[in-house]
């Protein structure tokens, strides 16, 4: 039987990439998971385009994708702002008052973790545990781990990456 | 590749080596506080002191004394440098010729260090991780060579079985049972998985060792793949992991240009392929039919077992799943002897543990001891007791399946049933020590919380089970509670532990049947009289 390929969404070239990842695992409904980590890594967000295109080429029913999609806490449907900051709610960080932390960022950037500001700069984010407890409590900014925190020093360097364009 | 090659190679990084070996903690903790700048610096700092000639710069993996990074060792001058700047670096370089520095020193014959015994960890800190010379300078895959070359399938097995070694991911499974009956499994293909998931809040020994010596974690699967008769390893590293995920790919894809990994390697009969995969954030996925569900590229959703994975696993073949500690064991087993490694420890709990030593102590990073120190032992020798003016009141072990040992029960040895005994569990490794700031009811709620937040849905107990008991947990906080609403909370501890379908709801009401346990006073002084509560309802 001869497979048929969907068509790629549109000429952005971030698509082949994602193909590629797809066709080194051999267009196998088990390359899922891999191939929204890739969407995810080019796009920053799953969208309705990339889980019906990936359904298709994977052979996978759309409700499945969708499943995967929302099941794993890594993967996003909404799109992330242009600075990530990411409070870490470890067992380690709370005993050491992470929770302080997130509302002093909260307060400041006036939104609750989970979401993304109006003007779409900062996305703020808890995490389970980054692994970094030696060096509690943590906050991730834009990928990059500051540990031994407190409220205001972690409010003063947020500060500091967001007068930074992305 | 034949011995001889592995030695000359070992031969030649020896005699590449400078007499001085600067080494700098490049693993998650330190790279947050500047440890590439300082790699560079210290780069710089021989060259501008014109060095070059006896003095060498290396990237190694952790430590361990993660609370004091960035850290910075010259093992053969017996120094050791705390909370290093790239800005020190000059001092530093320039007190290897005799002059002084301000730089903090640590002690390497405090407590701390000299009370640990590494076997899983005897790499970390000394090796570049990223460069599988340096692995096999120490000896690196000369096991896995005579393995494959000298040693029949069952005889690793049996080696493996008379260590005594048992699961590190916590609920202590003897690993050479584990590994006879997927031997004896029958199976057109079998597979080998790490489960590198290390979801236990508090925990990090996994991605430690992961980050600082990939290669053992490789050649420790290889060995299991020829015992069991697997010629396909899956790797399973949570997203979390950055880190540790690009040095796996790095060490993997090394190990299969020098032929360690691949078609027959080492010029046996036996081939042997590993693969990384990424999690994707869901704390259900350490366990183990969860775990293999992901893999497939279907939700982390377990299933009942049996049967087990032993007999039917990764896309029903059978398939020996084991943690990043255990894996990282079978090497200096296989080197050393199994006799050697069931000398040390308990009579039951065999070995060392790591644990990731946090929370409120002075002495905060990664410690490997025999199995057997007490828990006061780690607390007060190794840890340094509590920060300045306060008072530790327990520590908290096996993450949210585990639980809280009072200080007065830490004179309990550190193996599998004495903490079972108490308790609490062994677990993956997670150690977090809490004084008298924190309160335990708090610490319930927390896990708790995290459980229902991390419940897959497949099971009514722990789906529904959980949030009930997360509402009386903050019902209790809110003081809004009376003594019906504990026992409520106690009879769904029970349903929940008794009737869930995996080790997720079955051990979420440990938190609160330990806390209750040893703090039940903590949860009785929040509670509203009845009386007061009735009118108040009226």
Redesign the interface.
């Known amino acids: 039987m001869k497979i048929v390929k969907p068509p790629l969404p549109s000429q952005d070239k971030r698509w082949k990439i994602i193909d590629a990842k797809m066709r080194k695992l051999g267009y ?7 191939t ?2 890739a969407v995810q890594e080019a796009f920053g967000y799953l969208d309705e385009v990339a889980l019906l295109w990936v359904a298709k080429s994977l052979r ?1 029913p759309p409700s ?1 994708v969708y ?2 999609a929302t ?5 996003t449907l909404k799109p992330q702002g242009a600075h990530t900051c990411v409070v870490c ?4 960080c ?3 008052r992470s929770a302080e932390i997130l509302e002093a960022i909260e307060a400041f950037a006036k939104i609750k973790s989970g979401e993304t500001t109006s003007d779409k700069q900062l996305s703020l984010l808890t ?10 409590p ?1 906050v991730v900014y834009d990928g ?4 031994r925190m407190t409220p205001d020093q972690a409010v003063e360097k947020l500060k500091g990456y967001l007068s930074h364009a992305a | 590749m034949l011995l001889e090659e592995l030695h000359g190679i070992a031969e030649k990084e020896k005699a590449g080596r400078k007499s001085t070996c600067v080494r700098c903690c490049m693993s998650a903790g330190c790279m947050s506080s500047q440890a590439d700048e300082i790699k560079k610096a210290m780069e710089k700092a021989v060259a501008d002191q014109n060095l070059g000639d006896s003095v060498e710069v290396r990237r190694v993996g952790c430590m361990g004394f993660c609370g004091q990074g960035p850290m910075v060792s010259v093992e053969s001058k017996g120094l050791l440098y705390e909370q290093v700047t790239p800005q020190s670096a000059p001092s530093i370089i320039g007190a290897l010729a005799g002059g002084a520095t301000e730089v903090q020193q640590g002690d390497p014959q405090h407590p701390f260090f000299a009370r640990q015994l590494h076997v899983v960890r005897a790499n970390g800190g000394r090796i570049d991780p990223e460069r599988i010379e340096d692995y096999i300078e120490l000896g690196g895959y000369q096991t896995l060579l005579h393995v494959v070359n000298e040693m029949q399938p069952e005889d690793v097995v049996k080696a493996i079985t008379q260590s005594g070694l048992r699961g590190r991911g916590g609920a202590g499974f003897p690993t050479g049972l584990k590994w006879a009956m997927v031997a004896k499994s029958k199976g057109d293909r079998k597979y080998v998985i790490c489960n590198g998931d290390e979801g236990d809040p508090g925990a990090f020994m996994d991605r430690s060792v992961l980050e600082s010596d990939p290669h053992t974690v490789i050649e420790g699967m290889a060995i299991a793949g020829y015992a069991v008769g697997a010629t396909q390893g899956f790797l399973y590293v949570r997203a979390e992991y950055p880190l540790a995920i690009s040095r796996l790919q790095i060490a993997i894809r090394q190990a299969k240009t020098k032929g360690f990994l691949g078609e027959g390697l080492f010029e046996s009969t036996f081939s042997f392929n590993v693969e990384v995969r990424i999690g994707a954030g869901a704390f259900v996925c350490g366990e183990e039919t969860a775990l293999m569900a992901s893999i497939e590229g279907r939700r982390g959703q377990p299933r009942p077992r049996p049967p087990f994975p032993a007999e039917s696993g990764l896309w029903s073949f059978p398939t020996l799943i084991n943690n990043v500690e255990t894996f990282a064991n079978i090497v200096p087993i296989m080197t050393k002897g199994a006799d050697w490694y069931a000398s040390l420890g308990t009579e039951k709990s065999k070995g060392t543990k790591v644990f990731a030593l946090t929370g409120k102590i002075k002495n905060n990073g990664l410690i490997e001891v025999p199995m057997g120190i007490t828990i006061r032992e780690i607390v007060e020798d190794l840890g340094g007791g509590a920060p300045d003016g306060s008072k530790i009141k327990a520590v908290q072990t096996g993450g949210p399946s585990g639980g809280c040992i009072p200080a007065h029960l830490f004179d309990t040895p550190v193996d599998y049933e004495s903490l079972m005994g108490v308790g609490s569990i062994m677990g993956s490794g997670g150690m977090v020590v809490m004084d008298d700031s924190t309160n335990m009811v708090d610490v319930a709620r927390f896990y708790m919380q995290f459980c229902m937040e991390e419940s897959c849905g497949k099971c009514i107990p722990c789906r529904a089970g959980t949030v009930q008991m997360y509402q009386l947990l903050n019902k209790i906080m809110e003081r809004k509670a009376t003594i019906k609403d504990l026992e409520q909370l106690e009879e769904l501890c029970d349903m929940v532990r008794h009737t869930s379908l995996c080790g997720l709801g079955q051990t979420a009401p440990n938190p609160v049947t330990s806390t209750l346990r040893y703090f039940r006073d903590e949860y009785l002084a929040l509670l509203q009289p009845e009386e007061v509560h009735a009118e108040a309802v009226h």
């Open positions: 196998r409904p088990y390359a899922l998971i891999e929204l980590h996978v499945k499943g995967v099941f794993y806490n890594f993967f709610l470890g067992t380690a709370y005993v050491k995490a389970r545990c980054i692994g970094a407890c030696g060096i509690a943590t990059s781990v500051a540990g």
